[in-house]
């Protein structure tokens, strides 16, 4: 069973920057997949970046240029660099361990105009 752990939200002003991390324990040499999704208010959940095992990564269009997601062992980041009101949201962490998925609780992000 893997455990993932957020931290690193909050209040930052337009164009700001925040560091999100996500501690993962439990089972975790099986985890390939590791991926940053938010949900912002009155919306759905959104995949927001994702990184592989061997460091493959992907983002979103909304992102692209803004986000950078790492990876170092048993721990995932998410830099956020010139952040927008559109930005804020509930930010989850999720790892896929044999076709299973787990989520963290979450870490809200509020970015003011």
């Known amino acids: 069973q893997v455990q993932l752990v957020e931290s690193g939200g909050g209040l930052v002003q337009t164009g700001g920057s925040l560091r999100l991390s996500c501690a993962a324990s439990?089972?975790?040499?099986?985890?390939?997949?590791m991926d940053w999704y938010r949900q912002p208010p009155g919306k759905q959940r959104e995949l927001v970046a994702w990184i592989s095992s061997s460091g493959n990564t992907n983002y979103a269009n909304s992102v692209k240029g803004r986000f950078t997601i790492s990876r170092d062992k048993n721990t995932v980041y998410l830099q956020m660099n010139s952040l927008k009101p559109d930005d804020t949201a509930v930010y989850y962490c999720?790892?896929?361990?044999?076709?299973?998925?787990?989520w963290g609780q979450g870490t809200q992000v509020t970015v003011s105009s």
């Open positions: 999720h790892a896929t361990q044999i076709g299973v998925g787990y």
């Open positions: 439990g089972g975790i040499f099986s985890i390939n997949v």
